[in-house]
């Protein structure tokens, strides 16, 4: 079992930069792949971006490559996300998964944390 704690969070301007970090319970982090996903208020919860258990494949949504970045520290049980140029539209919960495949579908992932909110002002 695994156990996810966000932090990092918090309210920004646009453009702006803030990084996320989520701190994982557990000897069996490093067999995990993480992901990092969002949930506007009204919204679904969608697919931000991924990282394989290894670091060496990531992944992100269309709508944040190019200004967010995934990376993980399995020494320190910890998968980070860089956020930069952020927009009014990054504005959510953000969450972090960790799951056995690597998937852009909340399904795929078995553990959740609690979530951190990003407020990014116009």
């Known amino acids: 079992q695994v156990q996810l704690v966000e932090s990092g969070g918090g309210l920004v301007q646009a453009g702006g930069s803030l990084r996320l970090s989520c701190a994982a319970s557990?000897?069996?982090?490093?067999?995990?792949?993480m992901g990092w996903f969002r949930q506007a208020q009204g919204k679904e919860r969608e697919f931000v971006a991924a990282i394989s258990w290894s670091g060496h494949s990531t992944y992100y949504a269309d709508s944040v490559k190019g200004r967010f970045t995934i990376s993980r520290d399995n020494a320190k049980n910890t998968v980070y996300l860089q956020m930069n140029s952020l927009k009014p539209e990054d504005t959510a919960v953000y969450y972090c998964?960790?799951?056995?495949?690597?998937?852009?579908?909340?399904?795929?992932?078995?553990?959740w944390g609690q979530g951190t909110q990003v407020t990014v002002s116009s």
């Open positions: 998964a960790a799951s056995h495949t690597i998937a852009a579908q909340p399904t795929s992932y078995s553990y």
């Open positions: 557990g000897r069996t982090f490093s067999s995990y792949n």
